[in-house]
């Protein structure tokens, strides 16, 4: 069934009825998610108004996991199955996943300055998710490292799939060892540790992220066959020329 | 069986294989891998120098805290409720330091048994709430304190 | 004023609020607009290519081989 999506004209087709349906309620979500935020939510009881980098923190940091996590799915689709939009999807996925941990990594400074007293160390929650960052640089780099670019694909996905064991380590990191990180708040055994009035904006923030990520890899997926079709064009051209 | 089969068993295979590597090597580092040692790490294991710098975890002990006069050195205790360790520390400490919230310092455990900090990191914990819900929490003694819990 | 200001010093810790918001905009706003640029660019370079090449004369090649 999916298999049909495959067409090009029938996909560019269908992202683009899916777009709105991701792009608005992404745009209405995060604005509606700032305004609680920063102006209709508490300070912490410990932290006072720097609670308010988790709002951008948290979801940043999700979506880095999330994002990854369909990388790695794309990739072992494109390999087992040969789905051709399969390693689409993953190299479409791969910048806003880039993009997300970055942000994630910049917020968790910015926050652990004013509340650790420092702006980075070495243990294993941080540590873990700069892997995960670079892993994301190294699946761009790969991919664009052989003449070939079906080459390029199949050893980014390779990689992608090894580094998908990053994952799980990331979010039992704070379990596993000692960390100067704190444990997990939400996503936990016990239900969440977080004050509703608190929850509601990480929640709004949270899916607003997770809205803006399908409607751009929608936006770069069709990019990215726009760009293979000019590439397929321009070859056709020169073969013409070349047998006039 | 397809090919598609066999790639899928190879990508499955590859994984597991991975992962058991992964755990292996892990639970191997694990002591390379922990931010911080326990005070009961400390009293109980021996290869922990006395020469190099080392990070100690755990609770500001309550009333320990001795705050600074003239020689600006912060004296306090950190414990795991098993074991403790007095820290001295001069020098500036982080906004949310408190009795009873989580420490992480880093510095030379002196020959006596006390520890010399250098820096002093705090450690906070998963819980967040706006200061009136942890006011009536406290009242109601519903508040669970962290060194209770445990 | 008064109130605006308390609410950009955010209880003393504004820099870091408010830089960390700023980061968060600039990188997934830069993205958003880099890739509705690039999706612009490559969609206007499709059709530069469709207007030198028209797919009529796809479909006349065989016409053009015979003569």
């Known amino acids: 069934m999916i298999q049909q999506y495959a067409n090009p004209a029938r996909f560019n087709r269908l992202a683009t009825t899916l777009m709105p349906w991701f792009a608005w309620p992404a745009g209405i979500l995060i604005v509606a998610g700032l305004y609680f935020a920063l102006f209709n939510s508490p300070p912490d009881y410990q932290q006072g108004d720097t609670v308010r980098i988790m709002y951008v923190h948290v979801p940043a940091a999700w979506m880095a996991l999330f994002v990854y996590t369909s990388m790695a799915i794309s990739s072992a689709v494109g390999l087992i199955w040969k789905h051709p939009l399969a390693h689409l999807s993953a190299q479409a996925a791969a910048p806003i996943g880039a993009c997300f941990t970055f942000v994630c990594l910049l917020t968790g400074s910015l926050w652990g300055k004013p509340m650790w007293g420092t702006w980075w160390v070495w243990d294993a929650r941080l540590t873990s998710v700069l892997i995960l960052f670079f892993l994301y640089l190294g699946f761009m780099a790969l991919q664009n490292a052989f003449d070939d670019p079906r080459r390029g694909e199949r050893s980014a996905a390779i990689l992608a799939i090894i580094g998908f064991i990053n994952v799980p380590i990331i979010k039992f990191s704070v379990d596993w060892w000692n960390t100067l990180h704190q444990p997990a708040s939400v996503v936990k055994m016990s239900g969440p540790a977080i004050h509703s009035s608190m929850l509601i904006p990480l929640f709004m923030m949270g899916v607003g992220f997770t809205l803006y990520f399908g409607a751009l890899l929608l936006l770069r997926m069709k990019t990215l066959m726009l760009a293979r079709r000019a590439r397929g064009m321009s070859m056709a051209q020169l073969h013409q020329q070349a047998a006039e | 069986m397809t090919r598609k089969q066999r790639r899928m068993n190879f990508i499955v295979l590859g994984l597991l294989t991975l992962g058991v590597a992964a755990a292996l090597v892990l639970t191997a580092l694990e002591d390379k891998i922990v931010f911080f040692y326990s005070p009961t790490d400390i009293a109980t294991k021996k290869q922990i120098p006395t020469n190099q710098q080392v990070r100690v975890g755990g609770l500001v002990k309550e009333g320990t805290w001795k705050k600074p006069n003239n020689n600006l050195t912060h004296r306090f205790t950190v414990t795991d409720l098993r074991h403790d360790i007095s820290i001295s520390y001069k020098g500036i400490i982080p906004d949310i330091f408190r009795e009873g919230q989580g420490v992480v310092v880093l510095g030379k455990l002196q020959p006596d048994g006390n520890f010399q900090a250098d820096e002093v990191l705090a450690k906070h914990d998963e819980k967040y709430m706006p200061p009136e819900v942890a006011e009536a929490l406290k009242k109601s003694g519903k508040w669970k304190h962290a060194e209770e819990k445990k | ?67």
């Open chain 3, 1 to 67: 004023m008064q109130m605006i200001s308390d609410f950009m010093a955010m209880g003393g810790y504004g820099g870091f609020i408010w830089t960390a918001y700023g980061a968060v905009a600039f990188v997934l706003g830069g993205l958003l607009i880099i890739s509705l640029r690039e999706n612009r660019a490559t969609a206007a370079e499709v059709a530069a290519l469709e207007a030198n090449s028209p797919r009529r004369r796809n479909k006349t090649d065989k016409e053009d081989d015979a003569t």
